[in-house]
């Protein structure tokens, strides 16, 4: 079984050390590259010091920070081309401690899953879940399940069918990027995992929690709580963006789901004297319908490849 990992770097020096080392932990060696966004700390430095670890890993240094999407489209690019069986997408602030990899991949292949599967992602600290991991959920998991499958992470084939996991720790077979594509260049960073996974549901594909348990070392960031105009603006235009982009709905459909969710969002936002962050709601959606003939186009494109 070929494994291959893809690794996005920007100004991550003070991660790489236990990335590399979880690495190790691996019993199926596997194919490495690093796609580093130009950063401007010691991150490169540090790749190079623990890359003679491993036998195959690739250093691809860009010229320019591209963002989340566009960095793993260049590396699944190499590892398509490298003819991998899996691929894995690993977050340059992730750490584990056992074969967490090698472990998803054998059960992905002997279940015969078909779709993503993604072990459970605790924070740094290793004390609760990650909360954009956990709030990432459209209808939370019962707590009692999750405590059940992180009891039994060392016994094996424990499974779940979940709605949706972010990329920060994705395992996948390669041939899924052939029949869904690869991350819309139509999203910068955030957003662009919820449009991968929209696309793989529209071939009826699925996303699996494992039973196994990796640490995101983040700060951890509540989504509930009020942020300044540009980031709620930038949150904003990326749910709106998801949503028409969605082809799991016609365009018109996915067009009425905006709005509906633009005017609850407006009127909460009045109704608590949130002026500027109503403004922000506004900015968003009339920047997603300035960008409709981009997002038919795209969405025009998608529907054809999942259709061949």
Not at 42 to 49: A, E, F, V
Not at 51 to 78: H, P
Request: glycine share 4%.
């Amino acid at each position: 079984m070929k494994i291959g990992i893809i690794i996005v770097t920007y100004n991550g020096e003070p991660y790489i050390e236990s990335l590399f080392a979880s690495l190790k932990n691996e019993t199926i060696e596997p194919s490495i590259v690093v796609v580093d966004n130009d950063s401007s700390d010691d991150t490169l430095k540090k790749i190079r010091t623990y890359s003679s670890d491993f036998k195959d890993i690739k250093l691809i240094e860009l010229d320019r920070n591209t963002g989340f999407g566009y960095a793993n489209n260049i590396g699944i690019k190499y590892l398509l081309k490298q003819g991998m069986d899996y691929i894995s997408l690993v977050n340059q602030d992730i750490s584990y401690k056992s074969d967490v990899i090698s472990k998803l991949c054998v059960l992905h292949k002997s279940n015969r899953l078909d779709g993503i599967i993604s072990p459970f992602h605790l924070n740094g600290q290793g004390d609760n879940f990650d909360l954009m991991f956990y709030k990432n959920f459209e209808e939370r998991i019962k707590d009692e399940l999750l405590r059940k499958l992180i009891i039994n992470e060392s016994k094996g084939n424990l499974y779940i069918e979940v709605k949706n996991v972010n990329a920060a720790f994705w395992v996948l077979n390669s041939s899924l990027f052939n029949e869904v594509g690869l991350f819309s260049k139509l999203f910068r960073h955030y957003g662009e995992d919820n449009d991968f996974v929209n696309r793989l549901k529209y071939l009826k594909k699925k996303v699996y929690l494992a039973n196994s348990l990796i640490y995101h070392n983040r700060k951890q960031i509540d989504f509930g709580e009020i942020q300044n105009f540009k980031t709620y603006l930038n949150k904003r235009k990326i749910f709106y963006l998801v949503k028409l982009l969605n082809i799991n709905y016609s365009i018109s459909r996915s067009f009425y789901l905006v709005l509906k969710q633009y005017f609850v969002n407006t009127l909460r936002r009045v109704v608590r004297f949130q002026f500027s962050h109503a403004f922000a709601n506004s900015l968003a959606l009339i920047t997603n319908i300035w960008s409709l003939r981009s997002i038919r186009a795209e969405r025009k494109m998608n529907i054809k490849q999942l259709r061949n």
